[in-house]
């Protein structure tokens, strides 16, 4: 895997999943636990997150070729649907979308908080199984790449993990301030990110291909 083809992914990784805008919501998801049940809690939704993202990585390209879906047409709806969260990002809407989803599911789902909302969608959104599908077409079938790639994913997992351990820290530290101005960066991010897989998606259909 090249420099900047890493690099796109981390920094997609990260926007998608984002860590860090996740603490304050895995804080009232767990408000009341113990710090055991909480570990329990940010185990068990990073290994189904980490389990259902490295599926659509491999297996995401297979799913668009059985439901005849071109890679041209994925990613030019797939750098959609990254633009819209980026956009929801940078004007703070989407910070509000996903403390509603989470409240919404509190109540019913007090015992599986870990898969839902954790795991499914906070985490495996379909931001980031987009994302991934584009980023593991752009390995072109090579092993190696492909590995990098799982390998990456792996680590922003980790991250989130480490996220929700000390996320009333990065809460503390942050402050409303600071969330605002980071979710804010990284949404400028990934609408560049968003639109280069748009172009990336057009092109082929303007060459013909």
């Known amino acids: 895997m090249d420099l900047d083809l890493m690099l796109s992914t981390i920094v ?19 408000h009341g636990m113990s710090g055991g049940e909480r570990r329990g809690v940010a185990l068990r939704a990073t290994l189904i997150a980490t389990g259902i993202l490295i599926f659509f990585a491999i297996a995401g390209r297979q799913l ?13 709806g797939g750098g959609l649907l ?8 940078v004007f703070e809407r989407r910070t509000e979308r996903k403390q509603e989803t989470a409240d ?3 109540d ?23 994302a991934l ?13 492909l590995l990098a790639l799982l390998l990456l994913l792996c680590f922003v997992m980790a ?3 480490l996220a929700f351990l000390v996320a009333g820290r990065i809460v503390g530290l942050l402050g409303r301030t600071g969330s605002l101005v980071m979710t804010r960066l990284l949404g400028i ?13 057009i092109r082929p259909l303007m060459e013909g291909h």
Do not use: K, Y
Request: charged letters at 10%; a negative charge; hydrophobic letters at 60%.
């Open 12 to 30: 997609t990784l990260l926007v998608t999943v984002d860590p860090v805008g996740l603490a304050p919501i895995f804080l009232s998801l767990t």
């Open 64 to 76: 668009l070729d059985w439901l005849e879906i071109g890679l041209p047409a994925f990613r030019i």
């Open 82 to 89: 990254l633009f819209w969260i980026a956009f929801e990002m």
């Open 104 to 106: 919404a599911a509190i």
């Open 108 to 130: 019913e789902h007090a015992r599986s908080i870990a898969a839902f909302p954790l795991a499914i969608p906070l985490m495996a959104g379909p931001g980031a199984i987009t």
């Open 133 to 145: 599908i584009l980023l593991s077409s752009r390995t072109d079938g090579n092993a190696l790449a």
């Open 159 to 161: 991250l989130c993990f």
């Open 189 to 201: 991010l990934l609408t560049a990110l968003a639109v280069q897989f748009v172009i990336d998606g």
